[in-house]
């Protein structure tokens, strides 16, 4: 039984172990399976993203290719360009050697033909040798290919050239000109016919001197020429002289005066003249101190051939560059200007002046014509005159909005003043009369100060005009509305102004200061405000029912800063309000004026 026992319990035993490992078995499977599963899945995965790597890859190298291929057909086509040109350059240089050398190919092929002729003709005896070596020495040199034909056709376009350069080179080597003729005679040469216009000019100048002497008709012919070594060109004032020769005129050698370009007349010596002026600029006299005294015009002599008529004495050019003469002009009269002052400006006798303008007094009004008489020098003398002067800068006139002011009035808070400017003019005058004046420096030496007028825009005021105060306008009526209902001092010892209001009003700034206290007084002022100046003087603000400011705030005269209220000792809605000046307490009503408040609508009502 024992025996038995343990054997089908070691059959038993046997058969779960099979069991296990049998599900052992089917577990690995399902692992095993799950695993090829998941790296089936991987694998497809892996294999789409190569796929996709390797399709870009190929595009890659197509691309790649494709530039490639076009790359190596541009050099393809660069070289078979690049080797057409050359062969084509080749070409045409072997076509220019063979027709270089054609004339001694063929010259070459005659020699050798002559050889053979020769040889020939000496087989056959002594005289057709002699014969046919004098026709072969014929043909060698005269023969449509022989030497002398061929040396020809090479060295006459050579000595062509050659010719063609040292005619030109020649040519360009020769100096060439213009050739005036007058009245059949050649007066000069000239580079350019401008030339001959201002030697015309010049002559006809020369000859219009005189009143009736008529302009030379030249007739010019001109003829381009070669000039030859002892010849030279003519300027404009040579040639003038060689026409004024060529004429039947009476002519003279002088000098010629010209004002302004001008002829004016001929001298035989400008010495005297020229010291006759140089002693009139030397002893003008001008008032102040003056500089670059010269004739306004200018002066120019010149030597020359002149006609007989145009010549004076050195006497009659002295007198006639010197004279002066007397015009009639008007003058309109400036601002300030008086009959002296305009004497003055023309050089005027007073009693001339008021011959011609006798119903002129003493001033005369901005924009009046007067009458007066110009001194006029054939030669003007000009000069200039330095001067200083000092001008005034007007200043700009602002309007300001300022608090300080109730609304409706208006004051300068700050007066204007004008500017000086210090400047350094040049006055030019021409025979003592001003012409110009030009400013050669300035300095402004005192600024304008603009002058700022206040328009008001406080606003707060009492209730009623009745409430009459006539003080100074420091400070503002501090509550919008109310009235006032105790004094100062009255019959109590007050130290401010009651003004009654009703509870919860604005109450403003007096003027601009600073917060110095803002909170409760347990001294009977309850909530209240004190407000420092900044000029020794406080205000107080007390009875408060809110308080809209704090200690250390600026403050700006008309700015909410509390709302009328009952607290601490009040019997009623009101604001005490108090004026201190270095601690002491001083009656608000000096301080205040609610006249001005009421302006604006005085204004209104008129």
Request: contains cysteine; negative net charge.
């Amino acid at each position: 039984m024992d025996t038995k026992h343990l054997d089908d319990e070691f059959e038993e035993n046997v058969n779960s172990s099979d069991k296990a490992e049998a599900a052992a078995d089917v577990r690995d499977e399902a692992d095993k399976s799950a695993d090829v599963s998941h790296i089936s899945s991987f694998h497809k995965l892996q294999r789409g993203f190569t796929g996709v790597f390797v399709h870009l890859g190929l595009s890659a190298a197509k691309v790649l290719a494709r530039i490639s291929l076009t790359l190596i057909k541009g050099i393809e086509l660069l070289f078979t360009e690049l080797r057409d040109l050359i062969l084509a350059l080749l070409k045409g240089i072997w076509k220019l050697i063979k027709f270089m050398f054609s004339p001694f190919k063929k010259r070459m092929k005659l020699t050798a033909g002559m050889q053979r002729s020769l040889r020939k003709a000496k087989k056959e005896g002594r005289n057709a040798y002699a014969k046919e070596l004098f026709k072969c020495v014929c043909k060698f040199l005269f023969d449509e290919d022989g030497m002398v034909y061929t040396a020809f056709n090479y060295i006459l376009p050579i000595v062509s050239i050659a010719f063609f350069v040292a005619v030109v080179r020649y040519g360009s080597g020769l100096e060439y000109g213009l050739s005036v003729e007058c009245n059949g005679k050649e007066v000069g040469i000239i580079s350019a016919e401008t030339v001959y216009d201002e030697a015309a000019s010049e002559v006809q100048k020369r000859i219009s001197y005189t009143d009736d002497a008529e302009p030379i008709d030249f007739s010019p012919k001109f003829s381009l020429r070669i000039i030859s070594d002892d010849e030279r060109i003519s300027s404009a004032g040579k040639l003038a002289d060689d026409m004024l020769a060529s004429s039947n005129s009476e002519l003279i050698e002088a000098s010629g005066i010209y004002i302004d370009g001008e002829f004016i007349g001929a001298v035989r010596d400008t010495e005297p003249v020229e010291a006759a002026l140089a002693d009139l600029l030397i002893n003008y006299k001008a008032d102040g101190v003056v500089r670059d005294v010269s004739f306004k015009n200018k002066i120019e002599y010149a030597d020359g051939i002149y006609l007989a008529d145009s010549l004076m004495t050195e006497d009659e050019a002295i007198s006639l560059l010197t004279s002066q003469k007397q015009r009639m002009g008007t003058y309109v009269a400036q601002k300030g200007d008086s009959a002296v002052v305009i004497c003055q400006k023309y050089n005027m006798d007073y009693s001339r002046f008021k011959l011609l303008n006798p119903h002129i007094e003493t001033e005369c009004r901005e924009g009046q014509i007067v009458r007066v008489t110009e001194t006029e020098s054939y030669l003007p003398i000009r000069y200039i005159r330095e001067m200083e002067t000092l001008s005034f800068l007007d200043y700009e006139t602002i309007e300001v909005e300022t608090s300080s002011l109730n609304v409706g009035s208006s004051a300068i808070l700050v007066k204007g003043e004008k500017g000086e400017k210090r400047s350094s003019i040049e006055i030019t005058y021409i025979d003592g009369i001003e012409r110009s004046r030009k400013v050669v420096k300035s300095e402004i030496t005192k600024n304008p100060i603009i002058e700022q007028i206040g328009i008001g825009t406080y606003t707060a005021r009492p209730d009623s005009p009745s409430t009459v105060l006539m003080g100074n306008g420091q400070f503002g009526w501090p509550v919008d509305g109310g009235y006032v209902s105790d004094t100062f001092i009255s019959n109590r010892n007050h130290k401010g102004l009651d003004i009654a209001a009703p509870g919860g009003s604005d109450i403003y700034a007096a003027g601009d200061g600073v917060v110095v206290s803002a909170g409760w007084n347990s001294g009977g002022y309850g909530y209240f405000v004190m407000i420092d100046h900044l000029d020794g003087y406080q205000t107080v603000y007390a009875h408060c029912s809110g308080l809209y400011v704090s200690e250390g705030q600026n403050v700006t005269r008309g700015q909410l800063i509390a709302a009328i209220g009952s607290t601490g000792d009040s019997t009623g809605n009101h604001c005490h309000f108090e004026v201190r000046y270095l601690g002491m307490c001083y009656d608000p009503a000096s301080f205040l004026n609610t006249v001005d408040a009421f302006k604006e609508d005085d204004g209104k009502d008129d």
